[in-house]
């Protein structure tokens, strides 16, 4: 079991206080109490990007010490909008096939200042910020521009930005966000890791074509794929699983309703 995760609900979810979970999640989850190992450098699809004062220590110093989920969020402020997954000194990815309006400052109405293309990896330096029913991220682009992209779309409930935690280029735009369900709609099984890598040790519980289980951390890009934290307590589903490879999705994504 990993404790005190607090499931973000769609619509209802208030102040963010889940100081346990990537604790919980580097040494249930990841199998270790650093995840040095996993984050390195990032590198562009379309060139060399070293990130500015992101070393691998600082990465998992990051996650470590929980930034990534600590949030004072209005629930009023954006409820249909995915649950802001992003985190400053952390690298992002653009993911999916559409540039992202770099602006300069949080809203649909604000200047221009360049474009995100896909594929491009970014560095956050603060947010989210609620404005237009978006959440808002102010990042560092590899050409050193500096503005507000938004991380996902509160129509479709895709993200456009997710966290990489290594060299990977994740092009499946996800589908999901903490709260959620998805149903398995693959064969013959999808396997349930350890850590958000092919390689590692699977835990001892696959996920079978009609098994719903529940999303409660992600997405993340690595080893170039999109990763979750699931689980189902009552089939002994809990682990990282991948949502999918190039362009086909392993799991159904849920219907939502608003009113």
Not at 64 to 89: E, F, G, I, M, Y
Not at 167 to 173: F, G, K
Not at 238 to 248: I, K, S, Y
């Amino acid at each position: 079991m990993v404790p005190a995760l607090l499931i973000w609900l769609l619509g209802t979810f208030g102040a963010i206080a889940v100081e346990e979970v990537y604790r919980s999640v580097l040494t249930a989850g990841f199998g270790v109490s650093s995840i040095s190992d996993l984050v390195t450098p990032a590198e562009s699809a379309t060139g060399a990007y070293t990130l500015p004062a992101t070393t691998r220590e600082r990465v998992a110093q990051i996650l470590a010490d929980n930034d990534w989920s600590r949030r004072q969020l209005d629930p009023k402020s954006c409820p249909h909008t995915p649950v802001p997954q992003l985190v400053a000194d952390i690298p992002a990815i653009q993911v999916g096939n559409t540039n992202s309006k770099l602006r300069t400052a949080p809203g649909t109405s604000a200047g221009r200042n360049g474009s995100i293309y896909p594929g491009e990896r970014v560095i956050i330096l603060s947010g989210p910020m609620c404005a237009d029913e978006y959440y808002w991220y102010k990042m560092r682009t590899r050409e050193n521009k500096e503005g507000w992209a938004a991380e996902a779309d509160p129509d479709t409930i895709n993200y456009w930005f997710v966290a990489v935690l290594d060299h990977s280029v994740c092009d499946l735009p996800p589908r999901f966000a903490p709260g959620d369900t998805a149903t398995y709609s693959s064969k013959p099984s999808n396997n349930v890791r350890k850590r958000p890598i092919r390689t590692a040790v699977e835990t001892d519980r696959d996920i079978f074509p009609g098994e719903i289980v529940e999303v409660l951390i992600g997405p993340v890009c690595s080893d170039y794929h999109i990763w979750y934290w699931v689980q189902n307590e009552e089939l002994g589903i809990e682990g990282w699983t991948a949502e999918g490879f190039d362009d086909e999705y392993w799991f159904e994504k849920p219907k939502r309703f608003s009113g």
